[in-house]
């Protein structure tokens, strides 16, 4: 495949990260934008943005497309004739991710997150989900996280199927949950589909460790990481728009997810999402992505 010599520069930003910490946080669910779009048309979008809510404040924020007053701002930001000309958001259930980490292939994590979504005793069930992300956390608060997960598999009472298919348990903080990392090479996957290089230009992150750098380099290579700039989102107005997509977006997906879909924002989300997000609960799924 031959990559053309000018590579794409997308903008991102993410909403809800928490690390490594997926289960009891604040947030349920991981969102990352990104899109492509000129340094003065994105600058001309924050202001019409801004012109329409006309608040006082300094900085906006995605909070602020969210309140119920200007909800006619948020349809028209992503509606078709918004700003969002080109976008992408890829959306993470943390809950889920934390079933991904202990179970045997991506399906059965499926079928056995939705079990015990609808199923399972609550207490038992959110034992489980505690347990399994503290597994893979780098600086666990549980002195023997492998017997903790261990008794709350017991107390969960799986099926002998399920039981199966839960992984050998150890501790694998060398092995890191958190979501950003995976964002970040999808993103460049999506955009880099048709033969492009991305330059990736992203809002400041500590999460983004010299090592988790020279990880993507590794793994996604020159050839379609041409490079990764991390700035303030202050100073870039497209990072800014992806600011407030990732923001929206997770909030939109996590009211879906936890049984209270907005169908019209579902609906003008939806030519956004990420068909390969980490996402398992079939009812918010369909609402995110279904005609």
């Known amino acids: 495949m031959a990559f ?3 590579p794409v520069e997308v903008a991102c930003d993410e909403s809800g990260s928490e690390g490594d910490k997926l289960v009891g ?3 349920d669910v991981f969102a990352h934008a990104s899109v492509v779009v000129g340094v003065d048309e994105a600058a001309e979008a924050v202001r019409d943005i801004r012109g329409r809510i006309r608040s006082p404040a300094t900085e906006y924020k995605a909070n602020h497309l969210l309140r119920a007053k200007h909800r006619a701002v948020l349809t028209w930001f992503l509606g078709p004739d918004g700003p969002l000309v080109a976008a992408h958001v890829y959306l993470v259930d943390k809950p889920f991710l934390a079933v991904t980490s202990v179970v045997d292939g991506v399906d059965a994590a499926a079928e056995l997150y939705r079990a015990g979504r609808t199923g399972a005793d609550p207490v038992r069930w959110w034992a489980f989900l505690e347990a399994a992300n503290e597994l893979g956390r780098v600086r666990s608060a549980d002195p023997d996280p492998v017997k903790t997960f261990l008794r709350a598999v017991d107390a969960l009472g799986l099926a002998a199927a399920a039981r199966e298919s839960i992984v050998e348990p150890m501790n694998q903080a060398d092995v890191s949950l958190d979501p950003l990392p995976p964002a970040i090479v999808r993103t460049v996957e999506h955009w ?6 991305v330059r990736v230009v992203h809002d400041q992150t500590n999460a983004l460790t010299p090592d ?3 990880e ?3 793994r996604l290579g020159p050839k379609r990481l041409a490079s990764l700039t991390m700035v303030d989102s202050v100073d870039d107005p497209r990072v800014q728009l992806a600011d ?3 923001g929206v977006a997770r909030k939109i997906a996590e009211n879906a997810l936890n049984g209270h879909p907005d169908r019209e924002l579902t609906t003008a989300l939806r030519p956004y999402v990420d068909a390969n997000s980490v996402w398992a609960d079939t009812e918010s799924w369909d609402a995110l992505v279904s005609e």
């Open 216 to 218: 993507l380099d590794r």
């Open 25 to 27: 946080g604040n947030t």
């Open 212 to 214: 988790r750098l020279a």
């Open 4 to 6: 053309p010599r000018s």
């Open 192 to 197: 880099s589909d048709g033969g492009r290089s």
């Open 244 to 246: 407030f997509l990732a």
